[in-house]
C-alpha cells in the first residue's frame, strides 16, 4: 500500500477526480488482454506532459513503481502493475494536434485511438496505414509503445516506420523531444527508434509526429483457396518472387478453417486445406494487373477456388472469414496462449511443417493463422487450464515454437512485445550481451528502475 | 440461487481483449475502465466469487449500462454483458436492498390505476403537475422529478390515455390477421398519436386489432434498476393478457416494450419455470415490430403516408437495432411520397436514455444525447424519426436543449400521413 501522503501528493499534482483508489478502479485496472491480473495501488488519469513529468519525479524521488497504459489491450501484460503501483492511464490525452496536409505528417496525443486517426487522416485524402487488429479500441500511445503491426505490414511496415518524432517524459521526470518533422536528420543518436517499442521502460510518450501518405486509389479483395497447406505457403513467397507486394497476404490453415466453418458454415470446397485472403491497393488499372498476375502465379499451386470482391460489400464479406476466426477458436478448448512468431517468409512452409510436428508430440490443439505475407504468423495453442498438467505441456509447447521460428532465422515475437508472457524465453532469442547492452540503456535512462520495472528482462 | 450463477458460463467467455471500449456509449461518456462493458464483467466476476467486498462501489458502476446491447453485437467472444449487467443488479437488488427511487419505480410500475390517477392528474395541473408530483405518480418511471434537474424538457401528456379511448376489439376484415397491440406507457399516456397510427395502418389493412385493456407496464424500467421480482410479476400479468386472444401476431409500436417481450422475459423471468418460459417463448415468437409487420403485410406507403414534403433522418432504437430491424423502417418510410431520408452519423448509437439511466445519470444520459442532436442537425433534416417512443421524449429533449426546432416523430406518423 501506498503513503496517504503520495496519493495526497498525486492529488494536487492531477486535480482529484483523477486519481482513483477505490478497489473497483483498481480491479478494472488490474488486466490487460493477457487475462493476468496484478492489483495497482493507484489509479492517475495526467492531462499533461507537465502533469506526468511531476508524476514521475515524484515516483522516481520516492521509489514507486509507475505502469503507463493506454487502452489495457496488449497481449503480452506490459501495461500490468506487478508488485503494486501507479498505473499511469493516458487515454486523457486524446487529442489530435494537427494534420499537416503539406508536409503529409500528423501531431497527436497518446491517448487517441487508432482508427479514430485514421478516419480523421482519410477524411482528407490521407492514410496511416498501421493496422494492429485492435485499432478500433488501442491507442497510438500503445501502438508506439509496443511497435505494433497489422496485416498492412507487408507492404507498409509497422508503426515504428511511421514515427517521425517524439516527445518522451523520461523516468527521472525530464521532457524531451526526439526526431523531428523531416524525414532526414543524423544528429545524435536515434531516440526515437529506441523509445519505439520499448514497453513503457524507458519513458512516457507524450507526443507523437507521425508520417502519412497519400491514399490509394483502390484496392482489391481476393480470397484464394488451396488443396495443401504447401500450396498456399508458397504461394506467398511466388506472389512476392514475381514482383508483387500485396497490402495483406492473411493466412489460414486447416484448423483454422474447420473452427470458423463449424460455426459459420462458410462453405468452402471440400478440398480446402489453407486459405489465404490477399489484397491490393494502389492505382485502378495496376491492381486490375496485379490481380490477374496473382491467379496466374499460384494456379499451379493447388489453387481450388478463386474470389475477388466486386465492391466494397463483397470485400467486406471476404474479410469476414477472417474476423471470425478469434471467436470460432473457443470451441476448440476455453484458453489459449497467442503466440506470433515471425519467420522469413520463404520460411513459412517450414515452419508451419515444424509446428505441426509440435502438435503431435505434445498433443495439444494448435491453430495457425496470421500475417503470411511478412512471415508473421499467430500461432494459437488450445488448451484447457481446467485439465490437469495442460498449461505445463503447453508451456513446453511454446518453448518449442520459439526455438523453430529462431532456427529458421525469425524472432519469438513480432508484434506483442515481451512484457511478462515471453520474458522467459528472452535468453532463447537474446544473448547475455545484448540483455546486458540493453540493461545498461535501461539503468541510465532509469537509475531508480521505477518505470515499468519488472518487464521485459529476465528477473534476476 | 445467486443471479449471477445465471451467467456463470457467460461471465468465463470475456478475454479481456478490450473490443467493448471502442462501441460502448457509457464508456464514451466516462472514460473510465469500470464503466466499460469489460469493467463491468470484471466486477461481476469478483461480485459471483464474493471475494472482495464490492458490493457498495459496484452498485455505482453497474448503473452505468444502458443495457444497448452494443457491445454484445460487437465482442468477438459473444459475451452478453447486457445480460450479465441485469444479473449483477438483481443480485445486488437482493444482497443490499432496492434504492429508494427503485423501488417507487416498482410500485408505480405495479399498479395501472396508480398510472392511470397519474396521467389524469397530469392532465388537470398540467406543469405543473412535475413539480408537484407525488412519489406514486404513474410516471414518476420516466419522469422522475425529485432526480431530474430543472433542465430536462417533459412532454405534455394526453388529455386521455389511449388504452381509454378504444374498445377492446376492433373488428376486421374475415380472413385478416388477428393482432394484439401492446400499447406501452409512452404511447399510452405520453404520444397516444403513435398508438393513433399504428390503430389506422393495421386497420387500413383490414387487421383486427385488439388491444386488452388489462395489460401493464413491460416492467422494462424496473429491470434496469434489478427489480428483478417487478418484472416477473408484470410479465406474468401481462403473459395472461396476451394470451387472451388467439391472435397471429403480437405487435408493439415501442422498441423498449418489444425488447420485454422478445427477449428480456425469456433471459430474465422465466429461465427456472420451464412451463412458464415455454409460454413466455411462445409470446416471444409472436412478438413483431409494427414497422417489421406493416412491411411484411405488404404495407404500400405510397398510399398511406403520402404527405407534404418532408426531410427525415432515422434514428435506430437499441432494442429495434439488436433485433435487426434497421432495414424495414428506412424501405417503408423512403417509400412515403414527400419523404427525403437523409443518413445521419451514428445513426446506430444509443440515445443515452437506457431505462432509468436517464435518471440515475442525467447529465451523462445528456452528454450522449447531445452527440446525437449534433448528428441530426448535421443532416439539415427537418424531422427525426425513430421506431420508439422512448427515444422520441430522450431525442426532444437534446433537440430542445441545444435550441433546436427539429421535429421528432415516430415511424407510423409518417405512415399514416394519409389516413389522417
Known amino acids: 500500500m501506498l503513503d496517504q501522503s503520495i496519493i495526497e501528493k498525486l492529488k494536487t499534482i492531477v486535480g482529484g477526480e483523477n486519481v482513483a483508489t477505490e478497489t473497483q478502479d483498481l480491479l478494472c485496472y488490474s488486466y490487460d488482454a493477457t487475462q493476468m491480473e496484478f492489483l495497482p495501488d493507484v489509479v492517475v488519469y495526467p492531462g499533461s506532459a507537465e502533469e506526468i513529468s511531476r508524476i514521475l519525479r515524484l515516483a522516481n524521488g520516492e521509489h514507486i513503481p509507475v505502469f503507463p497504459r493506454g487502452a489495457g489491450s496488449g497481449f503480452s501484460g506490459g501495461s500490468l502493475a506487478k508488485g503494486g503501483g501507479i498505473v499511469l492511464v493516458t487515454t486523457r490525452l486524446n487529442h489530435i494536434l494537427r494534420i499537416d496536409q503539406e508536409n503529409l505528417l500528423a501531431e497527436v496525443e497518446p491517448g487517441v485511438v487508432t482508427e479514430h486517426f485514421q478516419l480523421e487522416v482519410e477524411k482528407l485524402g490521407l492514410f496511416y496505414p498501421p493496422d494492429p487488429a485492435s485499432l478500433k479500441f488501442s491507442t497510438l500511445g500503445g501502438n508506439v509503445s509496443e511497435n505494433a503491426g497489422g496485416p498492412r505490414a507487408v507492404k507498409y511496415g509497422v508503426t515504428r516506420d511511421f514515427v517521425m518524432g517524439l516527445e518522451v517524459v523520461l523516468p527521472v521526470g525530464d521532457i524531451i523531444r526526439t526526431g523531428g518533422e523531416t524525414y532526414k536528420g543524423v544528429v545524435g543518436y536515434d531516440l526515437t527508434r529506441l523509445i519505439v517499442g520499448s514497453e513503457g521502460t524507458l519513458g512516457v510518450v507524450t507526443k507523437i509526429i507521425f508520417k502519412l501518405l497519400p491514399y490509394p486509389e483502390a484496392k482489391k479483395t481476393m480470397l484464394t483457396t488451396f488443396d495443401s497447406i504447401d500450396g498456399a505457403a508458397r504461394a506467398v513467397s511466388t506472389i512476392i518472387g514475381n514482383k508483387i507486394i500485396p497490402t495483406t497476404l492473411e493466412f489460414m490453415d486447416y484448423a483454422t478453417l474447420q473452427c470458423v466453418d463449424r460455426r459459420f458454415n462458410l462453405g468452402l470446397p471440400a478440398e480446402a486445406r489453407a486459405v489465404l485472403l490477399i489484397e491490393v491497393d494502389g492505382d485502378r488499372e495496376l491492381i486490375e494487373k496485379q490481380a490477374a498476375k496473382i491467379h496466374e502465379v499460384i494456379k499451379p499451386l493447388g489453387l481450388v477456388e478463386f474470389k475477388v470482391a466486386k465492391d466494397a460489400a463483397e470485400s467486406e464479406a471476404l474479410w469476414k472469414v477472417r474476423r471470425l476466426v478469434s471467436p470460432s477458436l473457443r470451441d476448440v478448448n476455453p484458453d489459449k496462449y497467442n503466440e506470433d512468431i515471425v519467420v522469413p517468409r520463404s520460411k513459412v512452409p517450414d515452419v508451419i511443417r515444424r509446428i505441426e510436428q509440435i502438435q503431435q508430440k505434445y498433443d495439444i490443439p494448435i491453430v495457425n493463422f496470421g500475417h503470411a505475407g511478412d512471415g508473421n504468423i499467430h500461432v494459437n495453442i488450445m488448451i484447457d487450464k481446467a485439465v490437469p498438467g495442460m498449461e505445463e505441456k503447453a508451456h513446453d509447447a511454446i518453448a518449442e515454437v520459439f526455438k523453430a521460428a529462431l532456427d529458421l532465422g525469425g524472432t519469438m515475437s513480432g508484434e506483442h512485445g515481451v512484457g511478462l508472457s515471453k520474458q522467459p524465453f528472452i535468453p532463447l532469442e537474446l544473448s547475455p550481451t545484448q540483455i546486458a547492452t540493453m540493461q545498461a540503456i535501461k539503468k541510465a535512462l532509469d537509475p531508480n528502475n521505477i518505470l515499468n520495472p519488472g518487464k521485459m528482462f529476465p528477473a534476476g | ?420
Open chain 2, 1 to 420: 440461487m445467486d443471479p449471477l450463477k445465471r451467467v456463470e458460463q457467460e461471465l468465463k467467455k470475456c478475454v479481456k481483449c478490450g473490443a467493448c471500449r471502442a462501441h460502448c456509449p457509457a464508456f464514451a461518456a466516462w472514460q473510465r475502465e469500470p464503466a466499460a462493458a469489460r469493467g463491468k464483467v470484471a466486477l461481476a466476476q469478483h461480485l459471483m466469487k464474493q471475494d472482495i467486498d464490492l458490493d457498495d462501489q459496484t452498485y455505482l458502476a453497474m448503473s452505468k449500462c444502458l443495457l444497448c446491447g452494443s457491445c454484445v453485437e460487437k465482442c468477438p467472444n459473444e459475451v452478453p454483458t447486457d445480460e450479465i449487467v441485469i444479473a449483477a443488479r438483481e443480485a445486488l437488488a437482493e444482497r443490499r436492498g432496492l434504492t429508494t427511487f427503485h423501488q417507487a419505480v416498482g410500485r408505480v410500475i405495479r399498479n395501472r390505476k396508480l398510472m392511470n390517477f397519474g396521467a389524469l392528474a397530469a392532465v388537470i395541473l398540467g406543469p405543473l403537475f412535475f413539480r408537484k408530483v407525488p412519489a406514486t405518480s404513474g410516471l414518476r418511471l420516466r419522469f422522475p422529478l425529485p432526480f431530474v434537474g430543472g433542465k430536462r424538457h417533459i412532454p405534455q401528456l394526453a388529455k386521455k390515455p389511449f388504452l381509454n379511448r378504444h374498445p377492446e376489439v376492433i373488428q376486421g376484415e374475415p380472413g385478416k390477421p388477428r393482432i394484439v397491440f401492446f400499447v406501452g406507457c409512452m404511447t399510452n399516456f405520453v404520444y397516444t398519436e403513435v398508438g393513433e397510427a399504428a390503430l389506422a395502418l393495421f386497420r387500413h389493412l383490414g387487421c383486427t386489432v385488439i388491444i386488452p385493456k388489462d395489460q401493464q407496464c413491460c416492467g422494462l424500467p424496473g429491470m434496469s434498476g434489478g427489480d428483478l421480482a417487478t418484472v416477473r410479476e408484470l410479465a406474468v400479468k401481462n403473459l395472461a393478457a396476451l394470451e387472451k386472444y388467439d391472435a397471429d401476431y403480437i405487435m408493439t409500436a415501442c422498441a423498449t416494450c418489444g425488447g420485454a417481450l422478445h427477449k428480456f422475459y425469456p433471459l430474465v423471468v422465466g429461465k427456472r419455470n420451464p412451463e412458464l418460459q415455454a409460454r413466455l417463448k411462445a409470446v416471444a415468437e409472436k412478438t413483431v415490430d409494427a414497422a417489421q409487420l406493416l412491411q411484411q403485410l405488404g404495407l404500400n406507403p405510397t398510399e398511406t403516408g403520402a404527405g407534404e414534403a418532408i426531410t427525415i433522418t432515422y434514428h435506430d432504437p437499441c432494442h429495434l437495432r439488436t433485433r435487426g430491424i434497421t432495414r424495414q423502417p428506412r424501405e417503408l418510410l423512403q417509400g412515403a411520397p414527400g419523404v427525403e431520408l437523409t443518413e445521419m452519423e451514428g445513426a446506430d448509437k444509443c440515445c443515452g436514455l437506457g431505462g432509468t439511466f436517464n435518471v440515475y445519470h442525467y447529465d451523462t444520459s445528456l452528454k450522449i444525447n447531445a452527440g446525437k442532436s449534433e448528428a441530426i442537425l448535421k443532416t439539415g433534416a427537418e424531422a427525426v424519426v425513430t421506431g420508439c417512443p422512448g427515444c422520441m421524449m430522450q431525442l426532444s429533449d437534446g433537440l430542445k436543449q441545444a435550441g433546436a426546432r427539429t421535429r421528432v416523430m415516430h415511424t407510423l406518423e409518417i405512415l399514416a400521413r394519409k389516413l389522417r
